[in-house]
């Protein structure tokens, strides 16, 4: 393919041709990656046969940007078909600039349909289909290079190498995607807009709140530290001894040397050959000393991960910190979030984001979906019972223990839970024992009780069989992952493979649901309301998190959206739970 670096002289020439194609592939090159702050250098743009790269903001020798604004929406307003690689990046730089560019098809999200088990880099996809080896940006650039005070001459090459091997691997997708799989792509792609806006709004922190989180934290933290170095001073006359509480090394040694904790209750670390002391190990060691250190530890991590983690990331006009919402970062399927992450924040920070003033919150969270999907697809006899409103794990215990689900206690339902997920994770009767505190026989009797009596067994069975046939397990709605250790005779890595295709199944699944429901909920809203008086802030886990005008009475809307998320799934009611408050933390059941 020819490569060609173009100037002010030749634009109009090659403006015409890029015009011409029926397909293109786009890519722009930035200043770096952090929304809302970095900004397009250079456009490439490849059509299978030539690969144009469009300097706007380097050093030297730019064609005007106005031209390429001028280029992006004749492109547009035409019939070609454009195709990215990860097209909400694309989208947002050039929605900031003015430009809401068309997006056709996008490859990262078509691999997440055929392979949600593969890294989306281009390069790594390129030497999985081609054999083709492509160097990087950090390989081609450096770690953190900004194009923009790079000369034209010195970045086309690999930004038109980015367009010629996108439409390659876009050629090479379009063969193996399925029929199955085309629908559930189809809402992958129309949800590409819909989370970019959302990524683009951010979400408000209360500084004040997180002040004081700080405070508390800092407090908490000094008192522990001085239970903690009183205790080891008293042990060895030492008024003056020192300890770092995030050495695992040092606190194995404490409690070695000081506390006759045995070796072989301590972890021996491979790297080093010393013996350490994680919180696992802590959590089973029942000396005072012990529980002070966890504590500590749990207060640096929140400190370092919420006041340390996203203070610098706060902008100060208006207090918002921006996440980027990840469609296809998790090999289930299932929507995740990064820098920062939100999906693990703990729910007693979770006060420090708040609505902006005259909104409330609102949150509609999909409840049991992963069991549910299970029962369904087995077509189990309990399903009857939770459509007419029975607790659904009340359900299960009354056929595990052989009871009426009205006679079932909290110990038992909470059993039933227990045996529920651990057959979605292919939990072994050992482990299962071990979480429930019971012998492994009467685990082992509880599973049996599960599978007859809820009628799995047969369905986990086939599924089994049909992922080592196979070699992939497959969603309901087609997306697939590969399994490469599902038949090895090792049983521990065959162990690992079986269980996480297993698990995909229903991870990926309730993934499907949600962005299904989650585009119905975003269209209801833009058709109904409009964006300026209801906003979905962040999907999180089987949840969205609305904003919501002052003036919209909740009682009111909350039914309205849960009944676009809420959906019939082979013959189970796929429900949500939903709540409102004016943090994310102390929010109030909606009946």
């Not at 559930?184 to 951010?202: H, R, S, T």
């Not at 998190?545 to 796929?574: C, H, K, R, W, Y």
Request: proline share 3%; with cysteine; charged share 25%.
């Amino acid at each position: 393919m020819e490569y060609i670096l173009v100037n002010s002289k030749n634009f109009k020439f090659c403006a015409e041709e890029i015009l011409q194609s029926t397909r293109i592939s786009l890519d722009f090159e930035t200043s770096g990656l952090v929304q809302r702050q970095d900004y397009i250098v250079g456009c490439s743009i490849g059509n299978g046969i030539k690969a144009w790269y469009i300097p706007v903001r380097h050093l030297c020798n730019n064609v005007q940007v106005y031209n390429l604004y001028l280029l992006l929406n004749q492109i547009n307003r035409s019939d070609i078909k454009i195709v990215f690689h990860n097209g909400k990046f694309d989208w947002k730089l050039a929605y900031l600039e003015g430009i809401d560019l068309r997006i056709n098809d996008d490859t990262i999200l078509m691999i997440s349909q055929i392979d949600g088990g593969l890294k989306t880099e281009l390069e790594s996809l390129i030497y999985h289909y081609f054999k083709i080896k492509k160097k990087n940006f950090i390989q081609t650039f450096g770690k953190d290079a900004n194009l923009a005070y790079k000369a034209p001459e010195d970045v086309y090459n690999y930004a038109c190498g980015d367009a010629e091997y996108t439409l390659k691997l876009y050629a090479k997708l379009q063969s193996l995607m399925t029929l199955k799989m085309n629908g559930k792509y189809k809402v992958e792609m129309d949800l590409i807009k819909p989370i970019a806006k959302i990524e683009l709004q951010g979400l408000k922190v209360d500084k004040k709140e997180l002040d004081k989180l700080k405070k508390k934290n800092e407090k908490e933290m000094g008192e522990l530290y001085s239970r903690v170095i009183h205790e080891i001073s008293s042990k060895i006359s030492d008024e003056n001894v020192e300890i770092n509480l995030n050495s695992p090394e040092q606190i194995a040694t404490i409690l070695n040397s000081l506390y006759k904790v045995p070796l072989k209750s301590l972890k021996l670390s491979e790297k080093t050959g010393k013996y350490t002391a994680d919180n696992k190990i802590l959590q089973r060691i029942s000396i005072p000393i012990c529980s002070d250190i966890i504590g500590w530890k749990s207060k640096s991590k929140e400190t370092g991960m919420y006041v340390n983690g996203w203070t610098p990331k706060i902008i100060p006009c208006n207090s918002k910190i921006y996440t980027s919402i990840r469609q296809t970062q998790a090999a289930t399927g299932r929507m995740a979030s990064s820098e920062p992450n939100m999906q693990q924040v703990k729910k007693s920070v979770r006060n420090i984001i708040v609505p902006m003033d005259g909104f409330y919150f609102l949150s509609a969270d999909y409840s049991q979906i992963e069991a549910k999907i299970l029962l369904a697809l087995a077509k189990s006899p309990a399903v009857k019972m939770i459509n007419d409103g029975m607790d659904l794990h009340k359900v299960v215990g009354s056929l595990i223990f052989g009871k009426r689900p009205e006679d079932v206690t909290e110990k038992e339902r909470a059993a039933s839970k227990t045996v529920t997920y651990g057959t979605i994770y292919m939990q072994s009767a050992w482990a299962l024992a071990k979480q429930l505190n019971i012998s492994e026989i009467e685990a082992k009797e509880l599973q049996d009780n599960f599978y007859d009596f809820t009628q799995t067994r047969e369905y986990i069975s086939n599924a089994m069989e049909e992922i080592r046939l196979n070699g992939y397990s497959e969603t309901y709605g087609g997306k697939r992952r590969f399994f490469p250790n599902i038949n090895l005779v090792n049983k521990y890595l065959r162990g690992a493979a079986e269980r996480s295709a297993f698990n995909t199944i229903f991870q990926g699944t309730a993934g499907e649901i949600f962005k299904k429901g989650f585009l119905n909920t975003y269209n209801y809203i833009n058709a109904n309301w409009g964006m300026d008086s209801i906003k979905i802030l962040l999907p999180i886990h089987d949840e969205l998190l609305f904003e919501i005008a002052n003036e919209i009475d909740v009682n009111s809307i909350a039914p309205q959206l849960q009944n676009q998320m809420e959906t019939e799934f082979e013959g189970m009611f796929i429900t949500t739970e939903a709540k409102w408050g004016y943090n994310w933390r102390d929010m109030e059941e909606i009946k």
